[in-house]
C-alpha cells in the first residue's frame, strides 16, 4: 500500500519555463489537496479538490492550475515558473471527514522544485 | 493575527525530560485539532487527534481549551527519536475540510 505518491522528488526549472507536478493515491480518498511549503510560512494551500471533477483554490492558487483527472489523481501544473514559487510541494489526500469535519490528512513525499 | 500560532523554539531538552508545547487559534468556530509531525525533509505524519475531553497516546497527551482557543501537547520521558518539529492543525468550520497549519515547533532532544 503504497499511500500518497508524488513525481518527481526533484526538479530544477529556469524562469518561464512549465511543468506538471503528479500525484496519485491509492487509498480510495475522495479529497486531495497540494501544498507549498516555505521556510517560516507553514504550509499553505495553494488546491483542493473535494470529490473527483471539483477543484477549488485555497490561499495561495495564483501562477498554479490543477486538474483532478480522476479518484486517485491530481496534478499540479505551473504554466510559467516564477523564482518566487521555489518551495516544498506536498500533495495530500484524505477520505472526505465525517459530520463534515475535517478528517486526517496523508501526505506525499514531496517535491522539491527551484526555479533560476 | 495569524489563524494558528505556534513558538517555533527551538526547544533543545534533555533526553528522559518532560517538554509541553502549546498552539493557539482564532477560529472560535473551529472544529477539528490535531498535531503533526514533521521530520527533517520529510512529509508530515499525524500524531495525533485533539479531542475536547483531552486525550493520551503513550507519552504524548494533548489537550484543547476552546473558551481559551489553544491546544497543548506534553511529551513525558522523551527520547532521541522525538526531535522533530511539532505542527498544530485546525480545521476549518464544519462542513469544510480544509486544514490550517502553524509554522511548527521545532524540538531537539539532547542526548
Known amino acids: 500500500n503504497a499511500g500518497v505518491t508524488q513525481t518527481p522528488k526533484f526538479q530544477v526549472l529556469k524562469t518561464g519555463q512549465s511543468m506538471t507536478l503528479q500525484c496519485a493515491q491509492d487509498?480510495?480518498?475522495?479529497?486531495m489537496y497540494w501544498y507549498r511549503q516555505d521556510p517560516g510560512m507553514g504550509l499553505r494551500l495553494i488546491y483542493y479538490?473535494?470529490?473527483?471533477?471539483?477543484?477549488d483554490k485555497g490561499e495561495v492558487p495564483n501562477g498554479y492550475n490543477v486538474s483532478r483527472l480522476n479518484k486517485r489523481e491530481f496534478s499540479l501544473r505551473l504554466e510559467s515558473a516564477a523564482p518566487s514559487q521555489t518551495s516544498v510541494y506536498f500533495c495530500?489526500?484524505?477520505?472526505?471527514?465525517?459530520?463534515?469535519?475535517?478528517?486526517?490528512?496523508?501526505f506525499g513525499p514531496g517535491t522539491r522544485l527551484t526555479v533560476l | 493575527r495569524k489563524e494558528v500560532e505556534q513558538d517555533p523554539g527551538p526547544f533543545n531538552v534533555p533526553e528522559g525530560a518532560t517538554v509541553a508545547f502549546n498552539c493557539t487559534y482564532s477560529n472560535s468556530a473551529s472544529q477539528s485539532f490535531f498535531w503533526y509531525r514533521q521530520d527533517c525533509r520529510k512529509e508530515p505524519k499525524l500524531l495525533m487527534s485533539v479531542y475536547s475531553s483531552g486525550n493520551e497516546d503513550g507519552r504524548f497527551t494533548a489537550q484543547l481549551n476552546r473558551a481559551s482557543q489553544y491546544i497543548s501537547l506534553l511529551i513525558r520521558d522523551s527520547k532521541l527519536s522525538d526531535s522533530a518539529t511539532y505542527l498544530c492543525?485546525?480545521?476549518?468550520?464544519?462542513?469544510?475540510?480544509?486544514?490550517?497549519f502553524g509554522t511548527g515547533t521545532r524540538l531537539t532532544i539532547i542526548p
Open positions: 495530500a489526500s484524505s477520505g472526505g471527514g465525517a459530520s463534515g469535519m475535517a478528517d486526517t490528512q496523508y
Open positions: 479538490s473535494a470529490s473527483e471533477g471539483t477543484t
Open positions: 492543525v485546525v480545521g476549518a468550520n464544519f462542513g469544510n475540510e480544509k486544514l490550517t
Open positions: 487509498m480510495n480518498h475522495n479529497s
